[in-house]
């Protein structure tokens, strides 16, 4: 699932209208829809961390679904990849 519609999700089964979402990102209420419909890439991590923390969900989590690193992996890339390599290769 995709980082929008995960979300989307998340909000609505916490019973969070958009509108009270969006203010309490400190954003348009159209922005925040058009991320959640799948319209617009995912935001910058302040507001992806922002999200995770308001929804009370692992940000790391958030990060994934967004297809990012989080911000304090953007700083280790090269050791966050090596160690990935490294890991037994598994059947999905």
């Known amino acids: 699932m995709a980082y929008g519609s995960y979300i989307r999700r998340e909000r609505e089964k916490r019973d969070i209208s958009l509108t009270?979402?969006?203010?309490?990102?400190?954003?348009s209420p159209a922005?925040?829809?058009r991320i959640e419909r799948e319209m617009e890439k995912p935001p910058k991590d302040e507001l992806i961390q922002k999200a995770?923390?308001?929804?009370?969900?692992?940000?790391d989590d958030s990060f994934i679904r967004a297809r990012r690193f989080p911000p304090d992996m953007q700083r280790n890339v090269g050791r966050a990849v090596r160690a990935y390599r490294k890991l037994p290769?598994?059947?999905e």
Do not use: C, N, V
Request: charged share 30%; hydrophobic share 40%.
């Open 20 to 27: 009270d979402f969006a203010r309490k990102l400190g954003i």
């Open 31 to 33: 922005y925040w829809s």
């Open 52 to 59: 995770a923390e308001i929804l009370g969900l692992d940000p």
């Open 89 to 91: 290769k598994t059947r």
